[in-house]
């Protein structure tokens, strides 16, 4: 229920996604230049995640591989991960993933430790490196995922030179500051 109004989950499970049906439904239309108010038995289009999710629960459809995870996408992660541009693949690369794979490619998750493997030390090694300037263009590539990773280490690097540079080390509590009443 937290996720429920949650814009990022929203925008993940828009995301499209190949399926097969594997049963004809009647009163559905799914392509609009078709006159049949009906969907074959192994039709493929493209569905919204959500849509496709619920329909592969009621073994009305098989989700395929999109293809922000297919081989060749697999095979450019794997020779440079840190150098791919995911955010034009899938803006939610990690989460969308995570959400596929138990559907259609128990590898997705293989894939998806392994990038995050790679990609975490180069964003991490940058939020604390690099100037604004080189950094912007360095942000297009990175999910949405990464983009919050990347400003979450900028903003503890931040903080963290603020206490160092000066500043009181230690605080006193306010309310060590108060006298007890006696108990009478």
């Given at each position: 229920?937290a996720n429920y109004?949650d814009?990022?989950?929203?925008?993940v499970?828009?995301?499209?996604?190949p399926?097969v049906?594997?049963?004809?439904?009647?009163?559905v239309?799914?392509?609009?230049?078709?006159?049949k108010g009906?969907?074959e038995?192994?039709?493929?289009t493209?569905l919204p995640?959500?849509?496709?999710h619920e329909?592969h629960?009621?073994?009305?459809?098989s989700?395929?591989?999109?293809?922000c995870?297919?081989q060749k996408?697999?095979?450019?992660i794997?020779?440079?991960?840190?150098c791919?541009?995911l955010?034009?693949?899938?803006?939610y690369?990690?989460?969308?993933?995570?959400?596929?794979a138990?559907?259609c490619?128990k590898s997705?998750?293989?894939l998806?430790?392994?990038?995050?493997?790679?990609?975490?030390k180069?964003?991490?090694?940058?939020a604390?490196?690099?100037?604004f300037?080189a950094?912007?263009?360095?942000l297009?590539?990175l999910?949405?995922e990464e983009?919050y990773?990347?400003?979450a280490?900028?903003s503890s690097?931040a903080?963290?030179?603020?206490w160092?540079?000066?500043g009181?080390?230690l605080?006193?509590?306010?309310?060590?500051?108060?006298?007890r009443?006696l108990?009478?």
């Amino acid at each position: 229920m937290a996720n429920y109004y949650d814009i990022d989950s929203i925008l993940v499970e828009e995301e499209f996604v190949p399926v097969v049906f594997q049963k004809a439904i009647n009163g559905v239309k799914i392509d609009e230049s078709t006159e049949k108010g009906y969907v074959e038995q192994g039709s493929k289009t493209q569905l919204p995640f959500w849509l496709a999710h619920e329909l592969h629960m009621r073994q009305a459809v098989s989700i395929g591989v999109p293809a922000c995870f297919n081989q060749k996408a697999r095979l450019e992660i794997q020779a440079d991960a840190a150098c791919v541009d995911l955010r034009s693949r899938c803006p939610y690369f990690y989460e969308f993933g995570c959400k596929l794979a138990p559907l259609c490619d128990k590898s997705i998750g293989l894939l998806l430790a392994y990038a995050f493997r790679i990609r975490y030390k180069e964003v991490l090694h940058k939020a604390h490196t690099t100037a604004f300037a080189a950094a912007s263009k360095f942000l297009m590539l990175l999910t949405k995922e990464e983009t919050y990773m990347y400003e979450a280490a900028q903003s503890s690097m931040a903080a963290f030179k603020k206490w160092r540079m000066g500043g009181p080390r230690l605080q006193r509590a306010s309310i060590l500051g108060r006298k007890r009443k006696l108990a009478e």
